[in-house]
């Protein structure tokens, strides 16, 4: 290759690792040297962006790009920095015309804690369901790293929300509950000083808390050890961690008003529920309390503690009466939420998730009712589908696997994405592709569903 | 820092080493990593340069630049590759707003084979001649590194004209005569199969010969190892290296035509002398061989081989009156060069110097002369300040001293420079000074002259 000449390596897959590349030269003793830029990529469409055009609010060090001076030939370089990508183009930005490069050698030592080697087949003689299991455990299987990373690419941060969804998976692929574990106690072992636990946890350069908590997120602790307890059986985990556990229902209950409503709150981020800026979270906010103080109703049982139960299905009953007394409109067939009676899919999901109700012609009333807030991320559709199963909505919950993931499938998906629209393929709320993380634990939900409720 | 931010870090000197940088955080855990740029220069008014738009024939992959990502903090990085630089800027190309960069301590490990311990001081009362001197030395400590690099930022070569000026001054200074013999025997073990010397060697990643060489290179090599023997009695090295030295002489010779003048070429650096494209080198190369062979006389006297200096004596008053009787022009008082009879101060300067008239008038002359070629780079003052003192014209040769390298050091250098034109201080012949060598091996000339001829 002389200066300005480039060429793509395609992995044929996604991978997370270490790229080692070796060079040579043709021609006359290189007398300069070789100045090279690389670019790697989840998806190809990444690369015909101009990362210097982005300007966007997600931090462009995120963009997997690198400047590289090669001084001495032949050479050997491992580059020290773990990337998430398919393809990996090298171009030469400077050399001298004495000499030209040569790659001899492009290769990835992939990393993960996950082992394809543990993965059973997942039973099936349907093509698309197939490879939409396959995409879904390539998924999770690069997110698994030191911890269930949300996106190897972009943030590598332990999130609460994201790693029940992938203990889910997990337990129905991997199977690698050690790490479910480790996750569990590097969320007990660095709650705030009031006891309540962050959203994430950052590893690097050792374990710290994030400086924010999220509503839901700190409430979903309680299910997530319940998940674990039962695909385990681990009774001593379940007991050291209960009184974490514990400890964010009494937090949460906190912000509730005398009617038995969680208060709203215009804090940008008080509660997640799904990336979306209009949504209103009260009563996902109330279904999420009540789908985990139901869980942790079940764990002080198992634990043998019938005076907390008992106490948390009292509590549990007074909240879900509130909900269906305040939240939900009559008129309309539909919950509402917030001071302008929101109607949005979100809030009958939880409320169908928290037990309120188990009528799933809430979800269509509120599809048809004009102005819904409809549902941005993977993380939101996830629930969706377990509120169509729960409400015994089966078929249509395949037909959702089928279209929202069978979609990225059809647009040549490896791994699943952060976020999908379905009519805007390549959107992006950050301001580029380039920024998104295309393999997004979040986005695995398929490995679960597929495998524990549509299995042949 | 945040995005956009950057810092300057003037080290005060020219310096050739390793860098070390430490960097911490304020504000949040960072949640992305830091992206910086670094870019590293000789001369503030590289930095001013965009290095984007240099599109110069030297390769761009010479500017000191590079771009990194930094993942975890605090962290401290060494970077591997060497730099030539006083000035150091970092530029945050991208991080989050979550928080900001702090730069803990920016180092350089210095490295060179001088030892300043070594270096007597230049007794002096004059504070121009002293700063001159001191400007000199540097230039040289900083290209005595493995070998006599010709400079440390660009090319980084063991080229052997720049040699003989290096050891030069070297044997004034620092008398670090092994690095002057290891660099010998690397040209002597690096011939063309016909034994012919190669202009340069390259050292890394092994001892390998450029494919080039030129007639007054390879011929330098004769006077480079008479002066380390002068220098050192070193008469096994003497003796050892003599048929290569002779070598060089034999190859020359058949270059001549029958009127005993140097065949003239047109292939493109068959010969250097300067670096000029205009200037017709014929009447150098003649004045040049005559030099060496005057060399070769001396050390087979020297080595006892009394038939071998009678042979040199006799070809080299051959060749002496040839360059009288067919490059003297005798209207304009001149020595001319090639078929256009070309004027120039290089042919005068070797025709002093390789002995064929002491007469500093021929100088004058050529000065004066319309259309003569003048001189471009410090190589070829230095032969000129030689050839003023060889004729006799000391208080010249310190005018020239004063007026050439006291000009760099008006302009501020830390180190003398690869080019220098006094009329314009800025001059890049490459299309940008961003690619020029500010600490340039064939400058240090007034180490030499000043502390040779003109100490008190």
Chains 1, 2 share one sequence.
Not at 117 to 134: F, G, M, N, S, V
Not at 334 to 361: E, H, K, R, Y
Not at 385 to 400: C, F, H, P, S, Y
Not at 406 to 433: Q, R, V
Request: glycine share 6%.
């Amino acid at each position: 290759m002389g200066e300005g000449e480039s060429v793509l390596f395609d992995f044929q897959e996604h991978l997370v690792g270490y790229v080692t590349l070796s060079f040579s030269t043709e021609g006359s003793h290189p007398d300069a040297p070789a100045w090279i830029e690389l670019q790697l990529a989840e998806r190809k469409q990444e690369l015909s962006e101009d990362a210097d055009k982005y300007h966007g609010w997600v931090s462009k060090s995120w963009i997997q790009q690198e400047r590289i001076h090669l001084d001495t030939f032949p050479c050997r370089i491992r580059l020290p920095r773990r990337y998430a990508f398919r393809y990996l183009k090298l171009t030469v930005l400077g050399i001298s015309t004495k000499y030209r490069l040569k790659v001899e050698e492009a290769s990835c030592e992939a990393v993960s804690s996950a082992d394809d080697a543990d993965l059973k087949p997942y039973e099936t003689q349907d093509a698309e369901l197939l490879a939409i299991d396959r995409i879904a455990c390539r998924t999770l299987h690069d997110c698994m790293q030191d911890v269930f990373e949300d996106g190897p690419k972009r943030d590598r941060r332990l999130w609460l929300g994201d790693l029940r969804l992938q203990a889910l998976a997990n337990a129905e692929t991997y199977r690698q509950f050690d790490l479910v574990k480790r996750c569990l106690y590097l969320f007990a072992g660095s709650t705030f000083e009031n006891g309540r636990l962050s959203a994430a946890i950052f590893t690097e350069p050792e374990i710290e808390a994030d400086d924010t908590a999220m509503f839901d997120y700190s409430l979903l602790f309680v299910p997530t050890l319940l998940d674990y307890y039962e695909a385990t059986g681990d009774r001593e985990t379940l007991f050291e961690l209960w009184d974490t556990a514990k400890r964010q229902i009494a937090m949460a209950a906190e912000s509730f008003g005398e009617t038995g409503i969680v208060r709203d709150s215009d804090r940008l981020g008080w509660c997640f529920v799904d990336w979306n800026l209009s949504l209103n979270k009260q009563a996902s906010a109330q279904g999420i309390y009540l789908y985990c103080e139901k869980a942790a109703a079940r764990i002080a049982a198992i634990l043998g503690d019938i005076e907390g139960e008992r106490a948390f299905m009292q509590d549990y009953e007074a909240k879900r009466s509130a909900a269906l007394r305040y939240l939900y409109d009559e008129e309309k067939g539909v919950f509402i939420s917030g001071a302008d009676c929101q109607v949005s899919i979100a809030s009958q999901v939880w409320m169908i998730l928290g037990g309120v109700t188990n009528d799933a012609g809430i979800l269509d009333r509120a599809k048809e009712a004009p102005d819904a807030v409809g549902m941005v991320t993977p993380y939101m559709y996830h629930h969706y589908v377990q509120a169509l199963i729960d409400a015994g909505r089966k078929t249509q919950a395949l037909e959702i696997l089928r279209a929202y993931w069978g979609g990225m499938a059809k647009e040549g998906a490896d791994t699943f994405w952060e976020l999908y629209n379905p009519d805007d393929p390549n959107e992006s709320p950050y301001g580029g592709t380039i920024v998104l993380s295309y393999c997004h634990a979040w986005s695995c939900a398929p490995a679960y569903f597929l495998r524990k409720y549509f299995s042949e």
